[in-house]
């Protein structure tokens, strides 16, 4: 049996995290393997098929992280959320920009976004939002190809310094986890 003493030292010689996680570059590791799942299944799920948001109604709900199928427009988790509950609302119709989107889908985007914020309050209890939509390369599109609009949902805690000064992004949460949650929560249509 170890007796207090010997574990007091053998703790000593303990690496501190703080000594192993630095790194010449100046930026510190948040380890988190268990994304890897997501970054894998991401390059292979859109490998050879174009668009992703193209491709993830052809899924199932869970494979393609759908939350809400609509008739003009779907909601899904964003594959690399700025925070736990980034959503995604895109039209099934391939188009690039908001003005080419026609009188029902941009009623049915609207109309989902509103009804995405409700469900990440009850879920979530985020104090507030960013919405918004990048359109084209110079706007900061990823798939400038496929409009697409973005809920992050925000909390008074969640501007630390990770994404400030350590450039690193902490999500609690799964994405699977997240993506039943707002599914359960979202409203009968």
Request: proline share 6%; with cysteine.
């Amino acid at each position: 049996m170890t007796t207090e003493h010997e574990a007091r030292e053998e703790f000593a010689r303990l690496e501190p995290a703080s000594d192993f996680a630095a790194s010449s570059d100046a930026f510190q590791r948040l380890w988190t393997p268990h994304r890897m799942a997501y970054i894998n299944a991401g390059a292979d799920a859109n490998r050879g098929t174009g668009c992703p948001f193209c491709a993830a109604p052809d899924k199932s709900d869970e494979d393609g992280l759908i939350v809400h199928r609509g008739e003009h427009a779907f909601v899904l988790l964003n594959l690399f959320p700025y925070n736990s509950g980034h959503m995604l609302v895109c039209p099934y119709r391939h188009i690039g920009l908001y003005d080419q989107a026609d009188p029902h889908e941009t009623a049915e985007i609207a109309y989902l976004t509103q009804t995405a914020m409700r469900v990440l309050r009850t879920v979530s209890r985020c104090d507030g939002f960013n919405i918004g939509m990048n359109q084209g390369h110079v706007a900061g599109a990823g798939v400038e190809e496929h409009l697409h609009q973005h809920i992050v949902p925000r909390w008074t805690s969640d501007a630390n310094f990770f994404p400030i000064i350590a450039k690193t992004k902490a999500l609690p949460q799964l994405l699977g986890e997240v993506r039943s949650a707002i599914a359960d929560a979202w409203p009968a249509a």
